[in-house]
């Protein structure tokens, strides 16, 4: 099965377009785990069973566990995802970017370490920089395009006036990996739910791309301009949201209060379907 089949598959299953960012920091875990590290597999552990009936996709960001030597229990967590919800896939975002050389040593840290079934990354370092990425048949790569940040701006937003058309910089991107970058089918894009516009833009750019989506939740985007901007039936929208559904009560009963969140948040998703 590709990365885009898998991500068909979980949102008809769990009738989502949900996708639950996994970004523990142990200083906001509940009082019992509080400050504690060695905590992390077992309070994401506890969101993911709490909500893998609900999500498209799970996405754990790596520096969250890098910053607490914390990888081998990234190792534990996504084998965990695998026994509770082998139909839902991972998308690890590490946001990677780099020479091809040391692109494939990433690219064996996310699909072979990991064994995630997609990863981010940084197009700014050009194809032969994400080429390493596309030689793992069915796995999937999300390109940044138009990041949730307001710095975004400072060059995704940038005019190249030296490219056929004078494409804003995150136009050029969206159209190299919906055309000549996406030679397996395995490209999709970042755009943030903080720019509703540019997603319709990037739609329009990259009509059958899968888009990822972050920004609801505690970054305030719009979940219903976000799937009036994003969602077509061939296309999948992988809406995320981390922190709202993570920290939805910090007290025992977090796992249930993220449970509550992330249905809320794919209910309202759905509900904006056209
Ligand atoms: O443009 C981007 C790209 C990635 N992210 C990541 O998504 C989550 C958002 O977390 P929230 O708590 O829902 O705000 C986080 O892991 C970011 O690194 C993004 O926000 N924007």
């Not at 967590?77 to 970017?97: C, N, Q, S, T, Y």
């Not at 050029?172 to 739910?193: D, E, I, K």
Request: hydrophobic share 45%; proline share 6%; charged share 25%.
């Amino acid at each position: 099965m590709t990365f885009l089949e898998m991500l068909q598959d979980a949102q008809q299953r769990n009738a989502s377009m949900l996708c639950v960012g996994l970004d523990p920091e142990p200083r906001k875990f509940p009082a019992a785990m509080r400050g504690d590290p060695s905590r992390i597999h077992e309070f994401c552990a506890r969101i993911v069973d709490a909500t893998a009936d609900l999500a498209i996709a799970f996405k754990p960001q790596i520096a969250y566990f890098a910053a607490h030597r914390a990888e081998e229990q990234l190792e534990r967590l996504i084998a965990h995802m695998r026994r509770v919800a082998p139909h839902v896939p991972v998308i690890l975002d590490a946001k990677r970017g780099d020479i091809g050389s040391t692109a494939e040593q990433y690219a064996v840290e996310a699909f072979e370490r990991y064994g995630a079934d997609a990863v981010t990354l940084s197009p700014f370092m050009g194809f032969d920089s994400v080429q390493p990425y596309l030689k793992y048949e069915g796995k999937g790569a999300f390109l940044l395009c138009r990041t949730s940040n307001p710095g975004g701006d400072d060059l995704q937003n940038q005019r190249l006036a030296s490219v056929d058309g004078s494409p804003l910089l995150y136009e050029h991107v969206a159209r190299l990996a919906s055309g000549p970058w996406n030679t397996n089918g395995q490209l999709g894009l970042v755009v943030g739910a903080t720019y509703p516009a540019e997603i319709e833009r990037v739609r329009a750019l990259a009509p059958k791309l899968p888009l990822l989506i972050p920004g609801v939740g505690a970054q305030g985007g719009d979940a219903a301009a976000t799937v009036r901007a994003g969602w077509r039936a061939d296309a999948p929208i992988v809406v995320n949201s981390s922190r709202a559904i993570l920290y939805a009560s910090s007290g025992d009963d977090f796992a249930d209060a993220a449970r509550r969140e992330a249905m809320k948040t794919r209910d309202a998703l759905k509900a904006a379907k056209r």
